[in-house]
């Protein structure tokens, strides 16, 4: 039995059901099995929409059931035994296996066949499955094209496509070879893209690849009584430098980064500064004149970004700013607290971020704790995400781990 997995604010209270949103009342008895009763607000959402053709962009975290929500509507709508007709491009290799197993699970009553194409494993027994030609495809681009391209696997036929998570899809690392794909794709198609985030460069490219999309935003709202939006961006520790410059590119206002080292202080500032970045620094190795001057052109704006360790930052009057970045949890939950709380003063509206590895799971527990709430899982474009540990559709523990 499905056991959980579900974050707090995604549970569906509401009185529907799959069947009020358009679904088989087969298709809505096959996801009672599996321990889904009520849809989630995303499924709420995008089920009926998708239902009726369009192309939508929706904005939803990792974990707010958006593999159902993209999955049911193709499911229903799709006749099998026709080839290919629908593409599910993912990121990682494990997201790829989550959605496999989710349609795993519904194939008994949808009688839709799915093949998931992802590297690191034989090309073999996928090939043999290519060879029944299932009716829907999930993949990461690689292997994808790898198969297109020794003609095992045809996608001339997709008419639906979906993209999950699209800030990395479309991201530098990714786009030629989803570009590539698009190509291969007939424009005739409805498209469906899910994001955590939604840089407008990344906007700027979905949109050319899909026709009047809908947005619909169902990110949380993150922003407590005060207006501070908290994030939390898990990653590897080795991905922990790439996350920081992906946050400083994407939030333009004012920010100040908190660091445990100065040796990162100094990192961070060099390379930010190469960048072109307007950026100061605050350490112990600063003299005290040097560190009241950062401090002044953060707050007169000659300078965007301030970089500032624990101890040269407490007890220091810092300027209201737009954007705090934790890089590393900090040391404890009153201090994650007084550090939010430097932004989003007044009427204002700020960003908490946070960047931490899964060693500090402990940590972001008891700061969750504290909030009386979870702390929203965000992931920065360019930046592969630590997805915590879940649960399968059939209640088994497996640990995501980071597979491309
Ligand atoms: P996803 O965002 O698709 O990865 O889903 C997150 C988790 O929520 C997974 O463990 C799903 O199995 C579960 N889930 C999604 N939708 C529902 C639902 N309507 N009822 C119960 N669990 C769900």
Redesign the pocket.
């Known amino acids: 039995m ?1 056991t ?4 707090q604010e ?3 209270s509401a009185d529907r059901s ?1 069947s009020d949103l358009g679904l088989s009342p087969r298709l809505t008895e096959a ?1 009672r099995e ?7 607000p ?2 709420n959402e995008v089920i009926p929409r998708a239902l009726e053709g369009v192309d939508l962009i929706g904005l ?10 993209f999955s049911l509507p193709i499911l229903a709508r799709i006749e099998g035994g026709r080839g290919t007709q629908a593409l599910v491009l993912c990121p990682t290799r494990e997201i790829a296996l ?1 959605t496999k197993s ?1 349609l795993d699970a519904l194939e008994p009553t949808s009688q839709l066949s799915s093949v998931c194409l992802i590297g690191g494993v034989k090309m073999e027994p996928q090939i043999s499955k290519l060879r029944t030609k299932p009716d829907i495809i999930v993949a990461t681009p690689g292997r994808l094209l790898d198969h297109v391209g020794r003609r095992t696997a045809r996608i001339d036929r997709v008419r639906y496509l979906v993209l999950d998570e699209a800030d990395h899809m479309l991201d530098l690392g990714f786009l030629p070879q989803i570009l590539r794909v698009l190509e291969l794709l007939p424009t005739e198609r409805q498209t469906m893209m899910f994001s955590a985030t939604m840089p407008s460069q990344i906007d700027r490219i979905a949109r050319r690849f899909m026709s009047e999309p809908e947005q619909i935003d169902f990110r949380p709202d993150g922003r407590t009584a005060e207006g501070i939006e908290h994030r939390l961006y898990l990653v590897q520790p080795e991905s922990m430098r790439a996350c920081l410059i992906s946050l400083v590119e994407q939030e333009q206002g004012s920010t100040l980064i908190f660091l445990r080292r100065k040796v990162d202080a100094e990192w961070a500032y060099k390379q930010l500064k190469k960048e072109g970045h307007k950026v100061d620094r605050m350490h112990s190795d600063r003299s005290q004149r040097q560190r009241v001057e950062a401090l002044a052109s953060l707050r007169s704006g000659k300078k965007r970004i301030l970089l500032a360790t624990n101890v040269a930052a407490r007890g220091i009057d810092i300027p209201v700013i737009e954007h705090i970045i934790n890089y590393g949890i900090p040391e404890s939950v009153e201090e994650y607290v007084h550090r939010a709380g430097r932004t989003a003063r007044g009427d204002a509206e700020g960003v908490a971020s946070t960047i931490a590895t899964w060693k500090s799971k402990e940590e972001v527990r008891m700061i969750e704790r504290a909030l009386g709430r979870p702390l929203p899982r965000c992931t920065a474009p360019g930046v592969e995400p630590y997805v915590e540990r ?4 059939r209640g088994r523990k497996i640990r995501r781990r980071r597979l491309l």
């Open positions: 499905f959980g997995g579900l974050p995604n549970v569906c799959f996801l599996i321990s889904f009763f009520n849809p989630t995303i499924q939803a975290q990792t974990g707010s059931g958006k593999t159902a929500a989550q989710f879940k649960t399968t559709i």
